[in-house]
């Protein structure tokens, strides 16, 4: 009888967070998927079953090269984000021994996103413009003598922009996992004479990779679907999936928008479970 009771309580506690979860996730994910298959024309959208939007998507070169930037934009920002990342969280980590200044430098780290992502794009504008302070700056040195077109409105800037956005989610993970690390570890490494790189190299990293893979999964996924971003720092000058579906729905295309956010997510999906397969992340769970 208590164990039937202990049951019927178990299912209690996990009814209202399942609801919340079909709602605002399950519910919303099928109903993409059942306009995805809808047919459209300029003013209606039309309840049917047609695989047009599917296979128009899937058989134009348009697609492809948009994929093939999209993914470029997030390897890019992946990489250096990664790199940043693991530096960040390696310099607090085993450099600030004091707790409190831990506190306060992680606290610093937070500080660009006390704002709104656009006004932190919005603000490299009148940095990296034709007439910006960085090519001023530039100029007025004598290192360059015409201003650097490359530095705004293109994709230098938009994984820059990316970068900046985005770099804590690969710091927080990378630095918890690193605070797991047991001290003692290090130090025999360091007993048995290995170097300060050959203790990073096979004692540190491969205990970090949880934190590594879950840093890679929220930047890539975060970057795949971004629009903003694309639109505001490429000028209008580059494409991305987001940006893609972005403008399928301004323009009322609801079905192929639908169509193109399945396959992303699908695509989406593959990239994390790779990154599943590759790393166990339940040590950091």
């Known amino acids: 009888m208590s164990a039937s009771n202990s049951k019927r309580g178990s299912y209690f506690l996990i009814t209202p967070m399942a609801l919340v979860f079909a709602i605002f996730l399950v519910i919303p994910l099928l109903t993409i998927v059942v306009v995805s298959f809808w047919d459209y024309d300029e003013y209606r959208i039309l309840p049917d079953f047609i695989l047009e939007n599917y296979s128009y998507l899937l058989g134009t070169s348009v697609t492809w090269k948009i994929y093939l930037n999209t993914f470029k934009y997030a390897a890019l920002t992946w990489a250096f984000t990664l790199g940043i990342g693991f530096t960040v969280a390696y310099f607090l980590a085993f450099h600030v021994r004091s707790l409190t200044w831990q506190i306060v430098l992680f606290m610093v780290c937070t500080i660009p996103f006390w704002t709104s992502n656009i006004i932190r794009m919005i603000s490299w504008i009148p940095f990296l413009g034709r007439n910006g302070l960085l090519n001023q700056a530039l100029m007025g040195a004598g290192v ?44 025999a490494a360091r007993d048995n004479g290995a170097s300060a790189w050959a203790t990073l190299r096979h004692v ?72 599943l397969r590759l790393v166990d992340i339940r040590k950091e769970l």
């Not at 490359?150 to 900046?164: I, K, M, P, R, T």
């Not at 629009?227 to 609801?254: C, D, H, K, P, W």
Request: hydrophobic share 60%; aromatic share 8%.
């Open 144 to 187: 360059i003598h015409e201003p650097l077109e490359f530095l705004l409105f293109s994709d230098f800037a938009v994984v820059l922009a990316d970068v900046h956005l985005y770099t804590l989610f690969m710091v927080v993970p990378i630095f918890n996992s690193m605070m797991r690390i047991d001290r003692s570890l290090i130090e």
């Open 204 to 275: 540190i990293l491969p205990l970090s990779k949880p934190g590594i893979a879950i840093g890679s999964i929220f930047v890539i996924t975060v970057v795949m679907g971004d629009f903003i971003t694309v639109r505001l720092m490429s000028g209008g000058q580059s494409a991305s999936v987001g940006l893609q579906i972005s403008n399928e729905i301004g323009l009322l295309q609801y079905p192929a928008a639908a169509a193109s956010a399945v396959v992303l997510l699908i695509t989406v999906l593959l990239i994390v479970t790779a990154l």
